[in-house]
């Protein structure tokens, strides 16, 4: 007889009234109701047959690292623990390959680059999983995942139908999805991405540049520059796993040209990027950098020294003292520069 590991057969773990401070990076107080570790599509297709599922309030949770919880949660919490990574195929252009959404994205992306398959490294060490990187199109180092993209599978969570996504259908933008946009309506079950064998290193980032300037590399593999990323986030981001956060706590934000105009005559050398369509965006950690609140603290929450876009946990924080922290900002950034800042992470 041959054993099987209790998890590849396992149902649907259902806990109640779970501490859910653990499965946030900002390790905010909130509990569940009822918390659902989703191992199967199955699994879910049974929870929302059951009887009460139209009326029961719901919360889809990844990786937790881009949520701040104001409060308990009523209903389910679907943790989604999917997994399973492998190649669908290849041809001249490149590798087709898919996983689940619930595996760690940082893990993911270190494996497609020891099978060989490059194009995911600027990515590296963002924290989350690979099924919360379509919500909010996680980017970083001239690197977003709709580059990469081919098609996820999601399943509606009103009627428990799959249905794919293709890129169209997706609404990428600047952090933005339509998964973003309808919050609780789908749960994405897997992705596919399509890695590019024409494959060119994106070093045109500053901080990439200087790195791999600083090690001597010329013509950077993929890995190298997975390695250079991985130092820098190091460096200037913290650790959630030591210093509660979710990342950038705020989208750069992008502004009409003349508004930009305005703002470059009174303060020279601020940091922007032209956008394609005429608009302007602008660094955010910079305006707030200069409004002062860098490494400066509100109650228990503050922002962080090397990056001042970050707001980390100095300890036994609550979603409220972060909303009055990022409000506080948000007022000072537009006093100071007429600028309104938006949060990235989602509020629930
Ligand atoms: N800056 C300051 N002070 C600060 C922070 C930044 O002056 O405290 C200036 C920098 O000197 C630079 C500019 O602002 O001129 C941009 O800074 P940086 O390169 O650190 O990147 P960012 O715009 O602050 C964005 C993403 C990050 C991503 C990096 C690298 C957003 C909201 N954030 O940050 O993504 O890692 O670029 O590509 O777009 C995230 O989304 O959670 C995240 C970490």
Redesign the pocket.
């Known amino acids: 007889m041959s054993a099987t590991p209790a998890s590849a057969a396992a149902p649907a773990a259902i806990t109640d009234d779970v501490d859910l401070s653990a499965l946030n990076s900002f390790g905010l107080p909130a509990r569940a109701a009822h918390l659902v570790r989703l191992r199967s599509i199955d699994q879910l297709r049974e929870l929302v047959a059951a009887p009460g599922w139209a009326d029961t309030p719901r919360l889809v949770l990844g990786g937790g690292s881009n949520l701040i919880f104001t409060g308990d949660r009523p209903g389910f919490v679907l943790k989604v623990e999917l997994g399973g990574r492998r190649l669908l195929g290849e041809d001249a252009a490149g590798w087709l390959i898919e996983a689940g959404a619930g595996e760690n994205w940082h893990e993911f992306v270190r494996w497609t680059l020891a099978q060989g398959w490059p194009g995911l490294e600027n990515l590296s060490l963002i924290p989350g999983t690979v099924g919360a990187a379509p919500i909010q199109n ?5 690197l977003e995942m709709a580059d990469r993209f081919d098609s996820l599978d999601a399943v509606d969570l009103a009627t428990g139908a799959l249905r794919v996504f293709r890129r169209e259908a997706c609404g990428f933008g600047y ?1 933005d999805s339509v998964f973003k946009r309808a919050p609780g309506r789908w749960l994405i079950a897997a992705v596919r991405f399509r890695l590019p064998r024409a494959w060119q290193p994106r070093t045109g ?1 500053a ?1 990439v540049a200087a790195e791999l300037a600083a090690r001597g590399i010329a013509a950077p593999s993929a890995l190298d520059v997975s390695d250079a990323v991985i130092a820098i ?1 190091r460096r ?2 913290p650790d959630p796993a030591r210093i509660g956060n979710a ?2 706590f ?3 934000p992008v502004v009409a040209r003349a508004a930009f105009e305005r703002l470059a005559a009174l303060h020279p050398g601020v ?1 922007h990027y032209p956008q394609a369509d005429g608009s302007v965006k602008l ?4 305006l ?2 200069r409004a002062g609140w ?1 490494g400066r603290d509100l109650g228990p929450v503050g922002s962080f020294e090397r ?4 707001l980390v946990n100095r300890g036994g924080a609550t979603g409220a003292d972060v909303r009055r922290i990022a409000d506080a900002i948000r007022a000072d950034v537009a006093a100071h520069f007429g600028v309104e800042l938006e949060p ?1 992470p989602v509020f629930v």
Do not use: H
């Open positions: 996680i980017g970083a180092y001239g952090r980032y901080d986030r200037k981001l990342g950038s705020f989208k750069n940091p660094a955010a950690g910079w707030i950098e860098k990056q001042a876009l970050v990235e």
